[in-house]
């Protein structure tokens, strides 16, 4: 079975950093653009950013709301994803999905197929 | 960064309705939209992709229509189990982003 499972959530201080794990199993993560996206509690899907595949350069693309304080990255050998945050804030405080695209490359369309149930990260003093 | 829009926010709606959400896109994205379901304390799954391509496994009652900036996701007769939280994706440009949610309620 497909799977994604999170891991590293947890409570930091503001201005604190840290870093989320996804470990994929059931697929190789090094098929696929994975994708970051985050629910903060009661509130809608926010998409943070992706990591695409070899054949791309491990391109990374980062929403504009965590651009230069979020880093997305991969461990192809570990089939494993990752989330770097720092200098997070109170408005950082969310379930952290990690999720694989599924992207055709001859029609440009792409979705999130596979997603895991989370990571909760909470910025509080 | 391209805005999306949903509407309305909440519906409350019976088993057996027919509804749809509407979505619209802050320029235009051709066709690259996705919809996915929420419900509470799972992740989403995608239920629509390229606009209105139903994804492997989603029921008929599922169908979805637009193009450009306007975009709707109907569910022909509603089941208990399509009540839940929708929400549309664009793809279209290099920075993906979602609408804020249309929640469906039951009546």
């Known amino acids: 079975e497909e799977q994604l499972l999170e891991s590293g959530g947890g409570l930091v201080k503001p201005g604190g950093s840290l870093r989320l794990s996804c470990a994929a199993s059931?697929?190789?993560?090094?098929?696929?653009?994975m994708d970051w996206v985050r629910q903060a509690p009661g509130k809608g899907l926010e998409w943070v950013g992706r990591s695409k595949t070899k054949a791309y350069n491990h391109t990374v693309d980062h929403a504009a709301s965590v651009q230069g304080r979020f880093t997305i990255s991969r461990d192809d050998s570990k089939n494993s994803l990752y989330l770097q945050m720092s200098g997070l804030r109170s408005e950082d405080t969310a379930l952290y999905y990690c999720?694989?695209?599924?992207?055709?490359?001859?029609?440009?369309?792409?979705?999130?197929?596979?997603w895991g149930q989370g990571s909760l990260v909470i910025v509080s003093s | 960064d391209i805005q999306m829009t949903q509407s309305p926010s909440s519906l409350s709606a019976s088993v057996g309705d027919r509804v749809t959400i509407t979505c619209r896109a802050s320029?235009?994205?051709?066709?690259?939209l996705n919809w996915y379901q929420q419900k509470p304390g799972r992740a989403p799954k995608v239920l629509i992709f390229?606009?209105?391509r139903l994804q492997t496994g989603v029921p008929s009652r599922f169908s979805a229509y637009g193009s450009g900036t306007e975009f709707t996701l109907t569910i022909a007769s509603l089941q208990p189990e399509d009540f839940a939280t929708y929400y549309c994706?664009?793809?279209?440009?290099?920075?993906?982003?979602f609408g804020q949610g249309t929640k469906l309620e039951i009546k």
């Open positions: 390229a606009a209105s």
């Open positions: 059931g697929f190789s993560v090094k098929d696929f653009y």
């Open positions: 994706q664009q793809t279209f440009s290099t920075l993906h982003s």
């Open positions: 999720a694989r695209t599924y992207y055709d490359p001859w029609s440009g369309y792409f979705w999130l197929d596979i």
């Open positions: 320029q235009n994205i051709a066709n690259y």
